[in-house]
């Protein structure tokens, strides 16, 4: 037997001119998780509605990757059936029989109808299957209001009946926002910020900076894991490590220090910006937040900021910290990312550091550093890691 | 691999080993077993029992106390300590007593003093004595932590990180000289000794305490095997239980090969105590001047001298100030030598910060510093050379 689901889309809906083109993106999306994962499919697109069949025992895996695909703003395990009344009433009992065996048991029936040449109209049809439900199952209860499950019907091309639909990520398709290049740490926020750009329809590259044997090979290797978790949303996303031990001991060696922190994140951002043009990315994805740690000072992020003019999308700027958590939490990368292979950059991070940065003083104690010569290097190194 | 890390485990003796294998196979009855086959199994145990605590007897030659088998040395802790919460099911049951108290140390391997943490989330009374800053515990301390109602000492015999070798029989005294002094009888005085065998000349018997737990990884023995010693008149009751081997301390059916293999192990780190001692003297002056030329590295506690008796010379800690101790083992490890940062056990928990060094009264940001070098009867003066120099290169290269 297959599985068939029906997909539920949003944004995309909004658009007028290139909807065709996100739809493009969605299916190519879709073909590409299914088939790396191994799993025989078929995706039929109507207008509005998306289908995908699949084989029962890659139910499972199927329904973890319509969770995880933007696009997808919902998506329910369908029955479709021809459309007479007798085929749709008898559809509704084996969803009913479904959420019913869950022990749900209030419940109300749903009808939409395009194809008006189907005899009952929406309200007739809806009202019917409340009346066979009931007959075939005693246990179960007419709600309007407040229901534990709906029965939906719907006559279209084919008829279609189904129950309450599984969130989807929402937000738009992969590649349909272009590419950004996160630059991705250990810790709790840059995976967050992947994920919400990744929603925007970006596809994504990200960078990470190892300063061995300052941060460790755990460190490194939570963060290739965290980068899967990504990948999970994203797709396909390739990892850069930068060898960064040498920048910092130069920073160290040479910067002042209260400087130290915001020179290395400069010298990081400078080779974001090298990176971006070689990977065909149009901006910068970074997970900072205002106020949250002493360097990230709007003075300080325009100091950054002014090493690259490409755009430095911040998407957690404005998000309190229990939010970000809450959103790691569910996506699924907190706990990787509270592990505690910290870097170990604490012998680096100065105990007053500058926290209104003045853009030409600075600039000009970044350009003294002469760190270009062993950024490019560093980047010559990186290690390419492709993750799927 | 330059391996610097004997504290750790060492490198398991391929001969005594290979035997155990042998044994393994050919005396694989079940020692509880009263066939033949059974018989000849428990007759092996019973002749590795007799040569471990030949070993443990050295100073006292006695047959007192006896001797039963586990799967490690942090059992053998467990099993002692654990054994308290029996003493207070007992004592409440029948209210001679109301409240229960344990005394051990900031300075303890995670074995007991997880352990100990444990029981005080359970309800029991603890206390925590520092070492000085030469990381020895004094005995007067101790005694002063004893309570009315003290049911257990735990003070290792030697540490982990430091070598620091605590005085036991003094303490032994101190506690029942405390406990007289509220008309108790002395209580009971565990002995973490998993750094002591084959170090140093220690006999639970001669030294007064009430248990003592050991390692066979420790003396190029096995791993999953470890010995827990209890003195006569004072009887562990455990808390698990099961088939009642092992005198009914450590149920499960025993490791024939593993009690045999810790036997000649022990035997053989016996035999050549003097020797390896001699080496390790010998090494241990060779890092320390080593140490002395590297400008601001320093051995931990700053006092230690070459020959100091109150260290084992087997284990040395030794700070790189401004560099992470963890950073500078990785760095070494690049250059294929093998130290460690402190108790193995511990470098992968996430307490964070260096309890034992800081315990002493140095500052976390140097503690945060040391690493720990420890040699075996394998080392020699060209790996402390090899050692030296490639610390002091990493050290120059690295520090911040």
């Known amino acids: ?388 | 691999m330059t391996y610097l890390d004997w504290a750790a485990t060492t490198p398991p003796d391929s001969q005594i080993l290979a035997q155990a294998a042998g044994i393994a196979v050919e005396s694989f009855g079940n020692p509880s077993s009263n066939h033949k086959l059974g018989l000849e199994a428990k007759s092996v145990l019973e002749l590795a029992r007799r040569q471990l605590a030949a070993v443990l007897y050295a100073q006292t030659h006695g047959e007192k106390g006896h001797l039963i088998f586990t799967g490690g040395g942090s059992e053998a802790d467990a099993i002692a300590l654990l054994a308290v919460l029996r003493q207070a099911m007992n004592a409440r049951r029948d209210g001679s007593i109301k409240r229960l108290h344990i005394v051990t140390t900031e300075i303890e391997h995670a074995a007991v003093y997880e352990e100990a943490h444990l029981l005080k989330a359970l309800g029991l009374d603890l206390s925590f004595v520092k070492p000085e800053s030469d990381g020895r515990v004094d005995p007067q301390k101790i005694a002063a932590a004893v309570e009315k109602d003290t049911a257990l000492v735990a003070v290792m015999a030697v540490n982990n990180e430091t070598g620091a070798i605590q005085r036991i029989a003094e303490i032994a005294q101190a506690i029942t000289g405390a406990a007289a002094a509220f008309g108790r009888k002395s209580p009971r005085f565990h002995v973490d000794a998993v750094q002591a065998l084959g170090k140093i000349a220690f006999d639970p018997q001669a030294a007064g305490v009430s248990s003592a737990a050991f390692s066979a990884h420790k003396i190029r023995g096995p791993r999953g095997v470890g010995a827990l010693w209890v003195a006569d008149g004072a009887p562990i009751e455990p808390l698990a239980l099961g088939g009642g081997q092992e005198a009914g301390l450590r149920p499960g059916t025993e490791s024939i090969q593993g009690a045999w293999a810790f036997a000649q192990a022990a035997d053989a780190a016996a035999k050549s105590f003097d020797a390896r001692m001699a080496l390790a003297r010998k090494l241990e002056a060779r890092l320390l001047s080593g140490i002395a030329a590297i400008p601001g590295a320093l051995a931990l506690p700053s006092g230690r001298v070459a020959g100091d008796p109150r260290y084992s010379p087997f284990i040395l800690s030794i700070a790189f100030p401004g560099l992470s101790g963890e950073v500078l083992v990785r760095a070494l490890s690049d250059s294929g030598i093998a130290v460690s940062t402190g108790s193995a056990c511990s470098s992968n928990s996430k307490r964070s910060g260096r309890r034992v060094i800081e315990a002493m009264g140095v500052a976390p940001r140097l503690a945060l510093s040391a690493i720990r070098v420890s040699t075996g009867d394998l080392t020699t003066c060209a790996e402390i050379d090899i050692f030296l120099e490639a610390a002091s290169d990493a050290y120059r290269r690295l520090k911040t």
């Open chain 1, 1 to 388: 037997m297959d599985a068939f689901y029906l997909i539920k889309i949003g944004e995309i809906l909004l658009k007028l001119g290139n909807r065709k083109e996100f739809e493009n993106r969605l299916r190519s999306q879709l073909n590409e998780r299914f088939s790396k994962a191994g799993i025989t499919h078929k995706i039929e697109m109507y207008p509005g509605r998306y289908f995908v069949t699949v084989p029962e025992e890659n139910a499972t895996d199927a329904e973890f990757i319509l969770s995880r695909t933007p696009g997808v703003n919902g998506y329910a395990r369908a029955i479709k059936t021809e459309k007479t009344v007798d085929a749709v009433l008898a559809a509704a009992i084996e969803v009913a029989r479904e959420r019913l065996s869950r022990g749900l048991v209030r419940f109300k029936a749903e009808s939409r109808r395009s194809d008006k040449s189907f005899p009952l109209g929406s309200f007739e049809l809806s009202a019917k299957i409340g009346e066979v439900v009931l007959g075939a199952f005693p246990q179960a209860k007419v709600d309007l209001h407040t229901p534990e499950f709906t029965i939906n019907a719907e006559i279209r091309e084919r008829a279609y009946v189904f129950a309450d639909a599984e969130p989807g990520m929402r937000g738009l398709p992969v590649g349909s926002g272009g590419k950004g290049l996160l630059l991705l740490s250990g810790g709790i926020d840059s995976p967050v910020a992947g994920y919400m750009m990744a929603r925007r329809g970006m596809s994504l590259e990200a960078l990470y900076f190892h300063a061995y044997p300052y941060t460790s090979q755990e460190a490194q290797d939570k963060v290739i894991r965290l980068a899967r978790i990504l990948s999970t949303y994203a797709g396909k996303l390739v990892l850069w490590t930068v060898p960064f031990t040498e920048a910092q001991l130069k920073i160290k060696k040479d910067a002042r220090m209260d400087l130290t922190t915001l020179m290395m994140r400069m010298g990081m951002m400078r080779v974001a910006h090298l990176l971006v043009p070689r990977i065909g990315a149009n901006c910068i994805i970074t997970g900072e937040s205002v106020g949250q740690v002493a360097s990230q000072t709007a003075e300080n992020l325009r100091l950054t900021e002014s090493l690259t003019d490409y755009p430095v999308l911040r998407p957690l700027c404005g998000m309190d910290k229990e939010d970000t958590v809450n959103m790691a939490k569910k996506i699924g990368s907190f706990d990787i990312s509270i592990l505690p292979y910290e870097d170990c950059c604490v012998l680096f991070s100065p105990k007053h550091p500058m926290l209104k940065a003045k853009l030409e003083r600075e600039t000009e104690a970044y350009n003294e550093l002469n760190l270009e010569p062993l950024l490019v290097e560093a980047l010559d190194k990186a290690e390419r890691l492709e993750i799927e």
